[in-house]
Nanobody, 123 residues
């Protein structure tokens, strides 16, 4: 199971730090990532990090969001900086145990999903 936290309300230009921890039953996670879904829109990829430290970012968040990972704790920490109103969405943590599969940016890549955490950015 994945436990996500860290969402909240912030003004434009502000920052938030999310976290997602994998439980003991999902040990040896290879890939962990975040998606987001705004009202009336499809779920979209935000960022991901592999066990070896490779990172991926959606173009819309490059230069503003960074992701780090603590392998010993199976936890990832996305740092969301310079937030914009268009970043408002429910953010979902996801994980997968294998190094192969669909593209990292595809929801089909991930077998484990956490509950969402709301991020609201006011203008």
């Amino acid at each position: 199971q994945l436990q996500a936290s860290g969402g909240g309300l912030v003004q434009a230009g502000g920052s938030l730090r999310l976290s997602c921890a994998a439980s003991e039953r999902t040990l040896a996670i290879y890939l962990m990532g975040w998606f987001r879904q705004a009202p009336g829109k499809e779920r979209e990829f935000v960022t991901a990090v592999s066990r070896s430290g490779n990172t991926w970012y959606a173009d819309s968040v490059k230069g503003r969001f960074t992701i780090s990972r603590n392998n010993a704790e199976n936890t990832i920490y996305p740092q969301l900086n310079n937030l914009k109103p268009e970043d408002t969405a429910v953010y979902y943590c996801a994980a997968d145990r294998t190094p192969a599969g669909p593209a990292v940016g595809s929801p089909a890549r991930y077998h484990y999903w956490g509950q969402g955490t709301q991020v609201t950015v006011s203008s």
